[in-house]
């Protein structure tokens, strides 16, 4: 049996610590041959792959990024896409191939098995913890600290000089970073894409919070909407799943409150710093896990199904499951954190 391995879509800190689990597990316990296929679904259009053993997954456990590469190359878009996959793979005598993506990605493998037949074994990864099926997608928990260690650290510079400070966030549709990482850092408001916010009752915290004599921190994920406007983008580009890219909520949050309000305020954006460096603890064990219940399922032929954390246990569902419908932070849950709000 030999298998192919690729990452897609943006980078994630665990994505190496899954191709220890897949390729540790399949050489040591099931005598599999392994193939890296580099830059997402660009490796098996393009006939890219790379060495994929067990020298080559060594010291990779703690290290962020992927040793394959990533790209948010889309087949589907690529002239004779398909066909190209699988010459690609019929070449490199690879039986089954996991692919370890976001909603992307694994929207590729699931139309690639189901209409296809080509054995994908999914396994789920974003630091946007949007995928339904899996209760936490691995690099969620990485990014969270991240924004947590900024948030406290803004506390202190917000409160030497007074000001407003706005953290922007990674959620293009959910807003779990800024709600996990706002609440775990005191923040005192958190803006999400989920619900759309008035500026005037944000302006009405700011004033709250500056009352008590402590400067007010902003959380607001780059997807969160004002209730009379538009999403803002950096520019008008977009990815080849149409993504636009986003970014500047919250230097125009920002302006609006100085505007209104007549505090300074300034804006950090955290950016791909929540996606870059070493998983934490956490994530290292999830990714770990993910791919060592990805290889059973391919040694079981369990096909078109993808690892999923569920409580504590991993379980196997259909890709399309995690792909069908975004999961997005629940408006109950959302208000548990109004009490921290201003
Ligand atoms: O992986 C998803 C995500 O983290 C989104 O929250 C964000 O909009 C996007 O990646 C940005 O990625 P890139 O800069 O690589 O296009």
Redesign the pocket.
Known sequence: MRVGVLTG??D?PGLNAVMRGVVRKGTQEYGYDFVGFRNGWRGPLTGDTMPLDISAVRGILPRGGTILGSS?TNPFKEADGVRRIKATLAKEEVDALITIG?EDTLGVATRLSGEFGIPCVGVPK???NDLSATDYTFGFDTAVGVATEAIDRLHTTAESHMRVLVVEV???HAGWIALHSGLAGGANVILIPEQRFDVGQVCGWIDARFKVRYAPIVVIA?GAMPKDGQMVLKDGST?SFG?V??SGVGEWLAKEIERRTGKEARTTVLG?TQ?GGTPSAFDRWLATRFGLHAIDAVRDGDFGKMVALRGTDIVRVPIEEATAKLKTVDPALYAEAGVFFG
């Open positions: 879509g943006g994630c948010r976001g974003t630091i946007d990674m959620g293009r780059e990815d993504h890219r986003l791909h996606r």
